[in-house]
Nanobody, 123 residues
Framework: QVQLVESGGGSVQTGGSLRLSCAASGLTFNSYTVGWFRQAPGKEREFVAGISRLGGRTNYADSVKGRFTISRDNPKNMYLQMNSLNAEDTAIYYC?????????????????WGQGTQVTVSS
């Protein structure tokens, strides 16, 4: 049974930092590209960042470039370092996994999802 479990969410003030973690089990982790998505209330789920299965390629949404850094620690962990947070980053953050080496930005191309972790940024 595949499980992706996020942790590290919380409440921070504008300008603060958080580090999200995603622990995977039940799959050969380094066979999967993994990514972070987020969903704010009333909005669609959107791509945040992704990293290829061996870490050689990364991709970021324009809104987080230069502030967020994705990394992975095979065989089972992925991270999202989030700096200079602002109110627009408030959302539930999800980790997801897809087979192969393409860093897709479309949520429907990911096969497995975690349950999400809440990030709240306040002024």
């Amino acid at each position: 049974q595949v499980q992706l479990v996020e942790s590290g969410g919380g409440s921070v003030q504008t300008g603060g930092s958080l580090r999200l973690s995603c622990a995977a089990s039940g799959l050969t982790f380094n066979s999967y590209t993994v990514g972070w998505f987020r969903q704010a209330p009333g909005k669609e789920r959107e791509f945040v960042a992704g990293i290829s299965r061996l870490g050689g390629r990364t991709n970021y949404a324009d809104s987080v470039k230069g502030r967020f850094t994705i990394s992975r620690d095979n065989p089972k962990n992925m991270y999202l370092q989030m700096n200079s947070l602002n109110a627009e980053d408030t959302a539930i953050y999800y980790c997801a996994a897809t087979g192969g080496n393409n860093v897709y930005t479309e949520p429907n191309l990911y096969d497995y999802w975690g349950q999400g972790t809440q990030v709240t940024v306040s002024s």
